[in-house]
């Protein structure tokens, strides 16, 4: 049985403030690494609940402020929040006598973000001035606790000249750390990203001497750049990310020299924080400020693989991806593997060209009832085969129990997502939730008006329910709304 949020048995601890900490650390693997220490289980559930956040917060030319404590940040936002599990980090604290911490960049549900200052000519990243490091929280424990790790390894090593491996933001350091507290955290170490994608795009979007239509050519090589970092995961690395979306896909530095602005203003300015007697929470401080150079400098990378998967049967059956991104064939339950990301990327384009998705409505709760009737509203209805798997499979049993969003331990997708959807005779049972007036060339916008004809069949290779006809990342490289790949 799989738990969301397992308990961690934590130690009480006053936080010394002023002061670096020199923690115990155990090497995991570092940039020459090539077999991992650990093999992993299988891979854990998803809840439907997006797993971190990039919570953009301006920088600040008052003094620091100390926060009221009856006012949540950050972290203690999340359900299930205890303060034990995350690494008590600070600013000024050194890490494995290599690492200065600078800020925190983000936070989630299982870890912090930091950026670090590289203080040592030993550390494997010393041509680098700055290093990002997430701290997962101590409540990760057993094999689960090295999956990540793994992963980032097996996706950085599998094979590294393929052209696609330089869309992957993957870690080239993994340690053990024990908290003053006595917790045993994982530290992953990073190469520093500057933004989301979602936070690139409104910067594009203020910018109003650029148009849309104008800046459409830097967005098609982007999406050409992402599809070769997922033909990459899939066909080489045989890995499906499961979780992607604007917020697991950042940006690149366009100049170091943006870092060391950013934190020249981090040592006159620190971060707002809440101080307890026994410990601190800190507001994310990650905004770079704007854009100072070429755009052109500026690479996508696919982040966060924290719930990737191996994919090494042909068909798997769990619940995986945000609620808004869930393919239709995970939804309800009939088998997933390698085009479930495909889905998956083709909302994240919607999203990044139109502003807004096709498959959810922000501020309102998730109903899979509803979003299975925007489906069939614009991809048209359920293919009769679909339904027959879906009802021979309507039961079909996982190896474990997870729990879905209203607390309920489930063993199948029927379960999970409150189904059955559909009667025995292939009848949808939500027939009033279908928008009859919906069609997906209506939910174009203006400025890709003039390219609908291509702009639409490049979609719906992404966007059917059948996941034997999607295309796959290698063949929409090239397809004929994106024009020539010119690296190949």
């Not at 990540?148 to 350091?173: D, I, S, V, W, Y």
């Amino acid at each position: 049985m799989f738990m969301f949020f397992p308990a961690c048995r934590t130690r009480s601890y006053i936080a010394t403030r002023g002061l670096p900490r020199l923690p115990q650390v155990h090497r995991i693997f570092g940039p020459l690494s090539t077999s991992s220490p650990h093999s992993p289980p299988s891979r854990p559930a998803h809840s439907g609940r997006s797993s971190s956040s990039f919570t953009m917060q301006p920088s600040s030319v008052n003094t620091p402020k100390l926060l009221p404590f009856g006012k949540l940040i950050d972290e203690e936002q999340l359900p299930g929040y205890d303060y034990r599990n995350y690494y008590p980090a600070n600013p000024g604290d050194v890490i494995d006598s290599r690492y200065e911490l600078v800020a925190k960049l983000g936070w989630g549900s299982d870890s912090t973000v930091w950026l670090a200052k590289v203080i040592s000519s030993d550390a494997p990243c010393a041509k680098r001035n700055y290093v990002a490091i997430k701290f997962c929280n101590s409540d990760i424990s057993g094999p689960e606790k090295w999956l990540e790790a793994e992963m980032n390894m097996h996706l950085a090593t599998t094979k590294p000249e393929h052209q696609g491996r330089g869309a992957l933001a993957t870690a080239f350091e993994a340690f053990e750390i024990l908290s003053p507290r006595g917790c045993t955290h994982l530290a992953l170490v990073f190469e520093p990203l500057r933004e989301p994608l979602w936070l690139f795009k409104r910067r594009l979007d203020n910018q109003r001497s650029t148009s849309r239509s104008k800046r459409l050519p830097l967005i098609k090589t982007y999406i050409q750049i992402l599809l070769e970092g997922l033909n990459y995961m899939h066909s080489q690395c045989r890995v499906l990310h499961t979780d992607l979306k604007l917020d697991n896909i950042m940006l690149t530095f366009e100049s170091q020299s943006t870092i060391k602005t950013f934190v020249d203003e981090q040592i006159a300015q620190p971060m707002a924080r809440k101080v307890f007697n026994d410990h601190i929470v800190y507001r994310c401080h990650n905004d770079f400020g704007p854009i100072l150079k070429s755009l052109g400098k500026m690479m996508p990378n696919i982040t966060d693989f924290g719930l990737a998967h191996r994919c090494e049967v042909p068909v798997l059956f769990y619940p995986i991806q945000p609620d808004g991104y869930r393919a239709p064939e995970v939804l309800l339950g009939y088998g997933w593997s390698f085009s479930a990301d495909i889905w998956n990327f083709g909302l994240v384009v919607w999203e990044l060209l139109t502003g807004r998705s096709l498959f959810s409505t922000p501020g309102t709760p998730y109903n899979a009832a509803q979003h299975l009737a925007d489906m069939i509203a614009l991809l048209g209805d359920v293919p009769a085969d679909i339904l027959r798997r879906e009802r021979d499979l309507r039961y079909h049993k996982w190896p474990f129990q997870a729990r879905n969003m209203a607390g309920k331990l489930c063993d199948n997708a029927t379960d999970f997502y409150g189904g059955p959807f559909f009667d025995d005779e292939g009848r949808f049972l939500h027939d009033r939730l279908i928008a009859r007036s919906r069609n997906l060339e209506g939910e174009v916008p203006d400025f890709l008006k003039s390219e609908v004809e291509l702009f639409l069949p490049f979609m719906r290779r992404m966007l059917c329910w059948s996941p034997q006809d999607r295309a796959t990342a290698d063949d929409l490289v090239d397809d004929p709304w994106l024009g020539p790949c010119h690296w190949r």
